[in-house]
């Protein structure tokens, strides 16, 4: 049984229904892959989607410390555990480390759904092919809106209140600079008329369990699960979940063949032959670390692609930190498996930003959120946060009274959980900022890597640091790094926010695809007809 009951719809079919042939092939279910294949159906193709996940369906997604540990998958450049179809999908390298979501709906169903626009200046940046730029006031704009209609951004209603809101506007007073407001997160805050989206899609407004990033039990998150997915289905769209897709290449037929393997079945314990599909056209939104990955191993097999491929790799700037165990109530933790309304509200994952984009150089700017940390993840918190804050925090109250109501604090998380005492005074920070983006992806012994040393030693970091610790002082807490961005640590970064690997250019020589994400031949640098990257791997700077 799904949420409040209610028989859960499965829009995912077995593998024995696909056909040898589509107009078009979908490749990836998260932003890039939903869209296309919404898009694909509407205009009245053929579509085959084909997602490495399983279908989770709300009340399927994991509310206890034992369930979300089952569903790691982590892969290291030696090795790998947990399941290939882990929804929490963790890549470890010695540089940066990558979080991405792994199911129908990619990362939409792990992330906080924050739907805000980049600085116009971005696109200044010349690695942007000229076409793109022209059209920022028309093609682009119309897509933000598109955008916008399907996903139902809206703000936290002003009726709500939460303390960690509340808190991150207090950090904003730190920055007269900046500008503090509540984001437009893709949540719904009220009931859809009968229960039923604009889609056909069941679904209910948020119950502020703060457990977004595990996957919302709730129905009211707006994963592409509960809009562009069904569209698509709705429209005709077929899709196969389970599938791996290894490499593409020409079809002897005409357009395109998409090599996968089907998990679960014990083939991909071996070397067994993959199966394939065909298709007149091949969209690759299977994210920046899937399509890369699809488009290195296609170019082991001759495909002739961009020396560019694999380059321009970045995290988004993305940083996680803490302050931890300070004066201010935040109840930052999800609720989990508690009963419903049992604890204090959490509220999404993210809903207000401390906005300081408005620099001189926009490379200098960053936004700064507050966040929730899931409920199943909360029992690991009162050791860990206590722990890190003995060997990293920075305590931006000194008195002895202060000192002594934090230790209480303290005990009665490590007596009674992460919803009293110290954690529950506890502030989650996420930033993105600016990097480098000089990343390297790279295929070894058929395993992709991230190759990028000295990521972390990037100065914009010190500058993220140094604008964390002025916002955790008029909270009274102790400002927490990640415990792997440590000296001791080598700097090492996580990104939730990968980008980059298959970037656009004005020709063969500065990109992987063209302003159209066509990817490109590297013999004569024309587009090869039918072949499309749609994802964040596009992303050139």
Request: charged share 20%; net charge negative; with cysteine.
């Amino acid at each position: 049984m799904g949420v409040s009951g209610r028989e859960i719809r499965r829009i995912a079919l077995p593998i024995e229904l696909i056909r040898e042939r589509y107009d078009v092939i979908v490749v990836g279910s998260g932003y890039g892959g939903a869209i296309a294949a919404s898009r694909m159906a509407r205009a009245g193709r053929t579509v085959c989607l084909l997602e490495r996940g399983r279908e989770f369906q709300p009340g399927e997604y994991p509310d206890t410390e034992m369930e979300a540990a089952a569903q790691f998958q982590i892969d290291l450049p030696e090795e790998r555990t947990g399941s290939r179809i882990g929804l929490y999908d963790l890549r470890l390298h010695p540089d940066i480390n990558v979080f991405v979501g792994c199911g129908l709906g990619g990362t939409s169903l792990v992330n906080a759904s924050v739907a805000i626009q980049p600085d116009p200046r971005v696109f200044a940046d010349p690695a942007w092919p000229d076409e793109i730029r022209m059209d920022l006031a028309t093609r682009v704009a119309r897509g933000y809106q598109r955008a916008r209609e399907m996903l139902k951004p809206n703000p936290l209603p002003e009726r709500v209140g939460l303390h960690k809101l509340d808190a991150l506007e207090t950090s904003s007073r730190e920055f007269p600079e900046g500008t503090f407001y509540r984001l437009p997160i893709n949540v719904t805050f009220s009931d859809p008329s009968a229960g039923i989206n604009h889609v056909g899609v069941f679904q209910q407004a948020c119950n502020m369990c703060g457990d977004c990033c595990s996957g919302c039990n709730h129905s009211a998150k707006n994963s592409v699960l509960m809009n562009y997915l069904p569209d698509a289905v709705n429209h005709g769209a077929e899709i196969f979940t389970l599938a791996d897709v290894r490499w593409v290449e020409p079809s002897e037929a005409g357009g395109w063949r998409v090599h996968y393997q089907m998990l679960e079945t014990g083939q991909e314990e071996f070397d067994a032959p993959t199966e394939f599909v065909e298709g007149d056209i091949v969209i690759l939104g299977a994210g920046t670390l899937g399509s890369t990955e699809i488009l290195l191993r296609s170019a082991e097999r001759g495909l002739r692609l961009s020396s560019r491929l694999g380059e321009r790799f970045t995290g988004n700037g993305d940083v996680l930190a803490f302050s931890y165990n300070g004066e201010a109530r935040i109840d930052g933790v999800g609720w989990g498996a508690s009963p419903p309304e049992c604890l204090p509200p959490t509220g999404p994952t993210i809903t207000g930003v401390i906005d300081l984009r408005g620099t001189a150089d926009v490379k200098d700017g960053m936004v700064i959120e507050e966040g929730a940390i899931p409920g199943a993840a909360g029992g690991i918190l009162p050791q860990a946060w206590a722990d890190a804050s003995a060997m990293l925090g920075v305590n931006t109250e000194r008195g002895l009274a202060d000192r002594v109501r934090e230790r209480e604090r303290e005990i009665e998380s490590l007596l009674r959980g992460p919803h009293v005492g110290a954690d529950r005074n506890t502030q989650t920070y996420l930033v993105m900022t600016h990097d480098k983006g000089n990343g390297k992806l790279r295929l070894v012994n058929d395993r992709l890597l991230v190759d990028w040393p000295g990521a972390g030693t990037d100065p914009i970091f010190e500058r993220v640091q140094r604008n964390l610790i002025a916002a955790t002082r008029p909270i009274g807490g102790t400002y927490l790094p990640n415990p792997i961005w440590a000296k001791v640590m080598g700097h090492s970064l996580i990104t939730v926010h990968p980008l980059g690997g298959c970037p656009m250019g004005a020709d063969v020589d500065h990109g992987v695809v063209n302003h159209q994400g066509k990817v490109l031949n590297a013999d004569g640098g024309f587009p090869y007809e039918g072949l499309y990257v749609a994802d964040g791997s596009v992303i050139p700077v």
